[in-house]
């Protein structure tokens, strides 16, 4: 039995994108949060928990891109022209964002609220477009002769929306979590007091959205409520219910690590559905990905350079955020 390139290739996509959702995730959540604190010391010791790490957590982004373009270049052609223009505005957002992040520290006292407000909404643009291209994504492509047959806002719709809003709920939930474990004192308290709302408005997004695509797609109802298969998948909702319910029950102690680790473990359930739904798509609704592979010679050599690259980005991530563990403070300095 030879080696399954398009299997090992949507793993390591599967796995990339998903260390980008939660790297990058509580990274914008911040950002997101940033409306709901008014101090600026605060706003300060905020930032300075993600400053170390925040531009390494983002090549997870670069990663996924750049796998889907060497193992599917059907799928990058498909995908990047179906969502252009949602991917302009979320890397726009980022930009901005990013710009927002450096200039901040180095303005003027005149020009510090704009800076902030450029930060806030760089992270809410870039976060509600990622779950629009999301959303849009999973509700399918129009794909004629091996392109993209759809019209250019396709890709707005009812459930698309909903899904951006639902992406800012999650993220906002893991920049609050995450704040929990970096901070102390008051604004770590007000962290908690976000969070509790912040997880069941994830747990009726995830429920809204759990019902909206079956109804939304045939392929996904008989995928999820088929037998065998609705044996095999009713655990994902079952834990969903759980890690909620042990995440509210946790804030109401003295959290720290918990409610961050609880909060992970509904994003993975969420984003487990989510490839539960699609699989073995990575075109919606029709193109597998046997069909959008690139030669398997292109794959072997990229897979290659994979399997060494991979390791030193591992390697160099974790150990930024080994060096820069514990509490952040009052006064501590961004370089």
């Not at 994108?17 to 997101?32: A, Q």
């Not at 509790?196 to 429920?207: D, K, Q, S, V, Y």
Request: charge should be neutral; charged fraction near 10%.
């Amino acid at each position: 039995m030879g080696i399954n390139l398009p299997v090992i290739w949507t793993i390591i996509i599967a796995v990339g994108v998903m260390i980008y959702v939660v790297m990058d995730g509580f990274d914008l959540g911040i950002g997101i949060l940033f409306p709901f604190v008014r101090q600026r010391d605060e706003r300060d010791v905020m930032v300075n928990t993600v400053a170390p790490v925040w531009d390494g957590n983002e090549t997870w982004l670069i990663l996924g891109g750049a796998a889907l373009m060497a193992a599917f270049p059907l799928a990058y052609a498909v995908i990047l022209s179906a969502l252009y223009l949602p991917l302009i505005f979320m890397l726009a957002g980022l930009i901005w964002r990013g710009v927002a992040f450096e200039f901040r520290f180095k303005a003027d006292e005149a020009h510090r609220p704009f800076w902030d407000k450029a930060f806030t909404w760089g992270s809410y643009i870039a976060t509600f477009f990622q779950g629009v291209a999301l959303g849009s994504y999973l509700q399918g492509i129009q794909v004629e002769n091996g392109a993209y047959a759809g019209g250019a806002l396709d890709w707005l719709t009812p459930f698309s929306v909903f899904t951006g809003l639902g992406l800012l709920v999650t993220y906002a939930l893991l920049g609050a979590t995450w704040l929990i474990v970096k901070t102390e004192q008051r604004l770590q308290q007000r962290m908690v007091q976000l969070a509790r709302p912040l997880t069941l408005g994830l747990l009726g997004c995830i429920a809204i959205v759990s019902v909206w695509t079956p109804l939304m797609s045939e392929q996904i109802a008989e995928r999820w409520f088929s037998m065998p298969n609705l044996c095999f998948f009713v655990p994902v909702p079952l834990l969903t219910l759980l890690c909620a319910w042990g995440l509210l029950r946790v804030l109401r102690c003295q959290p720290e690590v918990g409610p961050f680790v609880l909060a992970l473990c509904l994003v993975f359930l969420g984003y487990t559905g989510f490839i539960i739904s699609i699989w073995p798509n990575v075109i919606p609704p029709g193109i597998t990905i046997q069909q959008a592979a690139a030669p398997e010679q292109s794959m072997g050599f990229a897979l290659v350079g994979a399997l060494v690259i991979l390791p030193v980005i591992m390697a160099y991530s974790a150990w930024s955020y080994y060096v820069f563990r514990g509490k952040v403070k009052i006064g501590d300095g961004y370089h």
